[in-house]
């Protein structure tokens, strides 16, 4: 069964540094990969998605994932915080069979100190 | 349009009471999904819709009762809850078939529901 796992339930950053949060994912078969965000009371937005035509992957807002399989990760990063990104974020890998579960991480709170 | 939406809002009900969520969207999309997602913690899929039927149940209690009057909407019948079943209820939706992996999902904002 294809998982993934989000290192960190919390991350702290400063106003302008790198934000970096860390996604392993577990899969025998190249997976389908996806960054979700969700603001407080509010469902769940697509950042960005892996679709195996770039390692290197752009998403909205600034945000950048990068594919590597050596490593099973797929990290995301924006080089430089602003206080409207503190949310929660989730990864994701979509089930390889049939496709319709998504399976999320447990989620990574992202918090921007001024 | 590439909103779903969902209402109400907020539902607070007894625990005899029976109520329902609604679910609409008009992307053309033909797969549609209920999860349930308790606080600080990430969405557990319910059910899922493929091409109007039911292609999915995760084993979720008699209690909840999903519908798909048709390619738009999508209903989720509550009745006789339990206060453990307080949670936010999303609804979301995706192109194709289900089976396009791709194929990432929109999520309507939730329904806060809240069983006294």
């Known amino acids: 069964a294809q998982s993934v796992t989000q290192l960190g339930s919390h991350v702290s950053v400063s106003e302008g540094a790198l934000v970096l949060l860390r996604c392993n994912y577990s899969?025998?078969?190249?997976?389908?990969l996806f960054w979700y965000v969700q603001y407080p009371n509010q469902g769940l937005q697509l950042l960005l998605k892996?679709?195996?035509?770039?390692?290197l992957v752009k998403g909205i807002n600034g945000f950048e994932a990068e594919f590597k399989k050596s490593e099973t990760s797929f990290h995301l990063t924006k080089p430089s915080a602003h206080m409207s990104d503190a949310a929660e974020y989730f990864c994701?890998?979509?089930?390889?069979?049939?496709?319709?579960?998504?399976?999320f991480g447990a989620g990574t709170r992202l918090f921007v100190k001024a | 349009d590439t909103e779903v939406t969902q209402t109400p809002k907020h539902l607070v009900m007894g625990m005899t009471n029976k109520k329902s969520l609604k679910c609409e969207q008009h992307?053309?999309?033909?797969?549609m999904y209920w999860y349930k997602q308790k606080a600080k913690k990430p969405p557990e899929l319910m059910f899922v819709?493929?091409?109007?039927?039911?292609?999915i149940n995760e084993s979720v209690p008699s209690r909840f009762s999903p519908e798909c009057p048709n390619s738009s909407l999508l209903n989720l019948h509550l009745h006789a809850l339990q206060p453990e079943d307080s949670a936010l209820y999303l609804c979301?939706?995706?192109?194709?078939?289900?089976?396009?992996?791709?194929?990432?999902?929109?999520f309507g904002p939730g329904t806060r529901l809240t069983v006294l």
């Open positions: 992307m053309g999309h033909r797969a």
């Open positions: 819709y493929s091409y109007e039927k039911l292609s």
């Open positions: 899969s025998s078969v190249p997976p389908y």
């Open positions: 979301a939706s995706s192109q194709g078939r289900g089976g396009s992996s791709y194929n990432e999902q929109f």
């Open positions: 892996y679709t195996s035509a770039a390692t």
């Open positions: 994701a890998v979509r089930e390889d069979t049939g496709g319709f579960k998504t399976i």
